[in-house]
């Protein structure tokens, strides 16, 4: 069998943890603060905090912001369920809209969803893909949308419209004009787990690019007490001689990272943009090629004038299958021995947005999209022979299903 995303844990991975685990620091110390300070460099933000989830990271964010009950986040339809759980973990409402045929936000959609309660927008890189970014910012900042805009907190009133919080799971490493992701929105959240493109197993990061007048490393002091119960040293400050006394300032939680996990992370960035993203383009690009020349087969935007994927998910589509035949097919690929997933069952077939009120119909394109979708195996140690495997099983299996 193929297998569809294994991470990459080579030596060098194995000696950065047992470094780790026999330093005498297991939980969040030196090597985290490193991490932070290597994604920081690598983006170009202002500030990191690395945490032990994505889903952490926007939560935490959700939180700081003030988000609540009888507010509204704007969201994709077409994401991973952390997305829209993260806004109900804190009361308030997601407000689902529909994609693109590039299967990003659509900001047209967001447009329209704007209303009073709107706190944030959460765009999602799909697959890697960045959003229109400078239509998204601007929106959030027309005159008529800030205007409509309430704000009930103290970091509300200093932005002064909604918060752009980019869900960039998949994105690390993309570029939209020339930036990478983490300088293009106010805040933006990586994960780092098992199946991302950068991994520590667990684990996520928060970028902060807030603009002026706040202090990016004021807020990244108030999220980090924020993420270890509200407590005003950490661990490794406690350590210190006379240091032991804390205080709890607020009831935070608890989503620090450990330097268990940043000893596998600060490899993986250390190697990311030389060789990890370089390769995954390769696969991208053979899998383009070989798909592009055959009409059955819809092959994704991934590279442009204006962006480049992190070349995390290549979302191919069949152009002439259902929902139904789309499983047919990926059935015949299993029963070939290549693992192939989908990304994603849009929230509104899941039971739990269903039961709480979302139709799928009101997403057509997520939908049609959706309905066609095939994700390939795309990672590192995937091997030419493999990605040639992989490309004449995808075709024999349409061939079988569909003819
Ligand atoms: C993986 C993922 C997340 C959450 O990341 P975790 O680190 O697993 O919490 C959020 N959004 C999307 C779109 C994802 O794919």
Same mark, same amino acid.
């Given at each position: 069998? @193929?297998?569809?995303?294994?991470?990459?844990?080579?030596?060098?991975?194995?000696?950065?943890?047992?470094?780790?685990?026999?330093s005498g620091w297991i939980t969040t110390g030196p090597k985290t603060k $490193?991490?932070?300070?290597?994604?920081?460099?690598?983006?170009?933000?202002?500030?990191?905090?690395c945490?032990n989830?994505?889903?952490?990271?926007?939560? $935490?964010?959700?939180?700081?912001?003030?988000?609540?009950?009888?507010?509204? #986040?704007?969201?994709?339809?077409?994401?991973?369920?952390?997305?829209?759980?993260?806004?109900?973990?804190?009361?308030?409402?997601?407000?689902? #809209?529909?994609?693109?045929?590039?299967?990003?936000?659509?900001?047209?959609? #967001?447009?329209?969803?704007?209303?009073?309660?709107?706190?944030?927008?959460?765009?999602?890189?799909?697959?890697?893909?960045?959003?229109?970014?400078?239509?998204?910012?601007?929106? #959030?900042?027309?005159?008529?949308?800030?205007?409509?805009?309430?704000?009930?907190?103290?970091?509300? !009133? !200093?932005?002064?419209? @909604?918060?752009?919080?980019?869900?960039?799971?998949?994105?690390?490493?993309?570029?939209?004009?020339?930036?990478?992701?983490?300088?293009?929105?106010?805040?933006?959240?990586?994960?780092?787990?098992?199946?991302?493109?950068?991994?520590?197993?667990?684990?996520?990061?928060?970028?902060?690019?807030?603009?002026?007048?706040?202090?990016?490393?004021?807020?990244?002091?108030?999220?980090n007490t924020?993420s270890l119960h509200g407590q005003n040293k950490d661990a490794l400050a406690k350590t210190q001689i006379?240091n032991w006394k804390y205080d709890i300032?607020?009831?935070g939680?608890k989503c620090n990272m450990t330097d268990i996990?940043a000893?596998?992370?600060?490899?993986? $960035?250390?190697?990311?943009?030389?060789?990890?993203?370089?390769?995954?383009? !390769?696969?991208?690009?053979?899998?383009?090629?070989?798909?592009?020349?055959?009409?059955?087969?819809?092959?994704?935007?991934?590279?442009?004038?204006?962006?480049?994927?992190?070349?995390?998910?290549?979302? $191919?589509?069949?152009?002439?299958?259902?929902?139904?035949?789309?499983?047919?097919?990926?059935?015949?690929?299993?029963?070939? !021995?290549?693992?192939?997933?989908?990304?994603?069952?849009?929230?509104?077939?899941?039971?739990?947005?269903?039961?709480?009120?979302?139709?799928?119909?009101?997403?057509?394109?997520?939908?049609?999209?959706?309905?066609?979708?095939?994700?390939?195996?795309?990672?590192?140690?995937?091997?030419?022979?493999?990605?040639?495997?992989?490309?004449?099983?995808?075709?024999?299996?349409?061939?079988?299903?569909?003819?």
């Amino acid at each position: 069998m @193929i297998p569809f995303s294994p991470p990459r844990i080579d030596q060098k991975i194995i000696d950065s943890v047992t470094e780790a685990l026999t330093s005498g620091w297991i939980t969040t110390g030196p090597k985290t603060k $490193l991490f932070e300070k290597n994604l920081t460099a690598y983006a170009g933000h202002v500030a990191t905090l690395c945490v032990n989830s994505g889903s952490a990271g926007l939560e $935490l964010i959700l939180r700081w912001y003030g988000v609540k009950e009888g507010d509204e #986040v704007i969201l994709p339809a077409y994401t991973y369920a952390a997305t829209a759980n993260v806004v109900v973990h804190c009361g308030a409402r997601p407000i689902m #809209v529909d994609s693109g045929d590039d299967f990003n936000i659509s900001v047209e959609a #967001v447009r329209q969803a704007i209303t009073p309660r709107t706190k944030v927008v959460m765009p999602v890189d799909l697959g890697g893909y960045p959003c229109d970014y400078d239509e998204i910012n601007a929106l #959030v900042k027309e005159d008529s949308i800030r205007l409509l805009f309430r704000a009930e907190t103290a970091e509300q !009133q !200093q932005l002064g419209r @909604i918060l752009v919080l980019s869900d960039a799971a998949h994105s690390i490493g993309a570029i939209y004009k020339g930036r990478k992701t983490g300088v293009l929105t106010d805040i933006t959240v990586y994960s780092f787990h098992a199946v991302k493109n950068l991994t520590t197993a667990e684990g996520g990061a928060i970028c902060l690019n807030l603009p002026f007048p706040f202090s990016n490393e004021e807020v990244y002091k108030v999220l980090n007490t924020k993420s270890l119960h509200g407590q005003n040293k950490d661990a490794l400050a406690k350590t210190q001689i006379g240091n032991w006394k804390y205080d709890i300032v607020e009831a935070g939680y608890k989503c620090n990272m450990t330097d268990i996990m940043a000893s596998i992370g600060l490899v993986e $960035l250390d190697r990311y943009d030389n060789d990890n993203i370089v390769r995954r383009r !390769q696969i991208f690009d053979t899998y383009a090629e070989a798909f592009r020349s055959d009409e059955r087969f819809i092959v994704p935007e991934y590279f442009t004038d204006t962006k480049s994927s992190s070349f995390h998910v290549f979302l $191919l589509r069949l152009r002439y299958a259902d929902e139904e035949k789309r499983d047919a097919v990926i059935a015949a690929i299993f029963a070939r !021995q290549v693992a192939v997933n989908v990304h994603f069952r849009p929230l509104p077939l899941m039971t739990y947005y269903m039961k709480s009120g979302y139709y799928i119909h009101d997403y057509p394109v997520a939908w049609h999209n959706y309905c066609r979708e095939i994700s390939l195996p795309v990672y590192y140690d995937l091997t030419d022979e493999q990605v040639s495997t992989v490309i004449s099983v995808v075709k024999e299996a349409v061939t079988e299903v569909l003819g």
